[in-house]
């Protein structure tokens, strides 16, 4: 499979614990993303990378969330101390850095339940 | 500020026509994306504009009016499988960001 691939796929928390998810974006791709979707909801951007470096972050993004791409190729999410409000689905979506035209793939995404 | 809006429930008949449209205002533009999104799974790409006109892709069309900011999406010969959500959204591109911008999605139902 060549697509983006996220794990894991399901997660559930206790309220306060830290979690981590993982992306493994499409080899090549340098531009990585991350959303969070809620039911009935859009996808809402989290942050971006290009490569290694992370070039934007959302100002919804409270200090509880960190994202990192060593290297340049997967990513990590982490959220500590995790709220009921952190309840999504968590997506990550890939592309190609050229001109022009340049479709974001998509991964299954993440779906953390915060009990 | 950023602002997608689009019709939240739609419903129609199987082998039917069904426009779904998209009206945006934002900070910049650098194209506006279609996506489909059925419960549970990823958004899966169905076409780009970042020029005025329709763009037709087999069954699905979009169209683009920069001017009038807005977009819409037509599915022609409705199928069962064409339940979805669909997704409007626009790449909002600068030196630091690349990034999608969506709005609420459309949840389509199609009927028998």
């Known amino acids: 499979d060549t697509g983006v691939s996220q794990d894991p796929r399901h997660k559930i928390t206790k309220r306060g614990q830290n979690v981590t998810f993982r992306c493994d974006p499409i080899?090549?791709?340098?531009?990585l993303y991350w959303y969070r979707q809620t039911l009935g909801q859009g996808p809402e951007f989290l942050t971006y990378f290009q490569n290694e470096a992370q070039l934007e972050k959302s100002r919804l993004l409270s200090d509880r969330f960190s994202a990192e791409r060593p290297k340049g190729s997967f990513s990590t999410l982490e959220i500590q101390r995790t709220e009921q409000g952190d309840s999504a689905m968590y997506l990550c979506a890939s592309s190609p850095r050229r001109r022009g035209f340049t479709e974001a793939f998509f991964g299954q995404g993440t779906r953390l339940t915060v009990v | 500020g950023q602002n997608i809006d689009q019709p939240t429930e739609m419903t129609a008949t199987e082998g039917a026509i069904v426009q779904i449209n998209c009206t945006y205002q934002t900070s910049g533009f650098n194209g506006l994306f279609w996506y489909q999104q059925h419960a549970g799974e990823a958004p899966t790409f169905l076409s780009y504009n970042v020029l005025d006109g329709l763009e037709e892709k087999g069954r699905f069309s979009s169209f683009l009016s920069r001017s009038k900011g807005y977009s819409y999406l037509l599915l022609k010969e409705l199928q069962m499988k064409d339940s979805a959500s669909y997704l409007c959204a626009v790449r909002s591109l600068s030196y630091n960001t690349d990034k999608l911008i969506f709005g609420t999605g459309t949840r389509l139902q199609v009927f028998p």
């Open positions: 080899s090549e791709h340098n531009r």
